[in-house]
Nanobody
């Protein structure tokens, strides 16, 4: 296991909910923007949600807006993704990521995130 470990994935029926967690071990990521990406089979990894280091700013990709909520608890060194009203097209491997260079780019810039977890599988059955 590396410093970022995702958990909470699994199999869920369409319309259901899951909460993913990303826990950092060995170091604190409380001063860095963090994000969730996902990669569906035969597709590129895409940014779906991001949060500023204090949690004041968030970004959501259009397809998850209103259904997913990103949050963080810096005291627990943990990032969360609450996913509601899941759809079959949400099936993917979900990764958390950190911007270790602490750039001042917008949260929506996927290339700013440069440190990754190993991912957790989410499968939504229709």
């Amino acid at each position: 296991q590396g410093p970022l470990v995702e958990s909470g994935g699994g199999l869920v029926p369409a319309g259901g909910s899951l909460e993913l967690s990303c826990t950092a071990s060995g170091r604190s990521f409380g001063n860095f923007a963090m994000a969730w990406f996902r990669q569906a089979p035969d597709k590129e990894r895409t940014l779906i949600a991001a949060i500023s280091w204090m949690g004041a700013g968030t970004y959501y990709e259009e397809s998850v807006k209103g259904r997913f909520t990103i949050s963080r608890d810096n005291s627990k060194n943990t990032l969360y993704l609450q996913m509601n009203d899941l759809k079959s097209e949400d099936t993917a491997i979900y990764f958390c990521a950190v911007d270790l260079t602490n750039t001042e780019w917008r949260l929506s810039v996927s290339s700013r995130y440069n440190f990754w977890g190993q991912g957790t599988q989410v499968t939504v059955s229709s």
